[in-house]
């Protein structure tokens, strides 16, 4: 009896060495599930211009800011991001050249962090809109920006943030997924 136990624990032993394999496993993330886009018109009483904004997303005041009412926060509550707006009206006071600088001025602010910061231009001429969006690589705490104007009287900035700690690996799907809401957003803003 006692051979025969020796042997049932030898070959178990035997059968338990059969895996060699002590690589380290890559950190595992969460599975996101990405809704359906669609898309619903956000007229913002009061403010003078209006766009597309998906379905899963919320126009909410943005609580920083009580004496501007036409700057907005557009929140994605499933992501854990907001996508800051900011519209000015261009005057004496608020110049487009003053207002473009404030744009590249906030978005350079994230140089420490940033791998690579690109620009690309912003032109649909049957809407009255140009503009310059700015993809900052890197882990910081802004990756995506924008900024839209007429060149006149109107002025429109928006500035994607998530409420988490910067670590570009575990956003970056969601930050995809949302660029292109954003773009969507971009190609649908009509000036009043």
Known sequence: MQKLFIIAIAAFLIAACGNNDYSPKPRGYHRIVFPEKEYELADIAGCPFSFEKPIYSVVKEDDKAPDQPCWKNLEFPQFNSKLHLS???????????????????FVFKHTSKASAIDQASIF??????????????????SNYQFYLTDGKKNYLRGALYFNEKPNLDSIQPVLDFLKKDIKHLIHTVRWK
């Open 87 to 105: 519209y000015y009206k261009i005057s004496p006071k608020a110049t487009l050249d003053e207002l473009r600088e404030d744009a590249r001025t």
């Open 124 to 141: 649909i001429p049957e809407h009255n809109i140009q503009g310059l969006e700015y993809i900052i690589q890197g882990n910081t705490a």
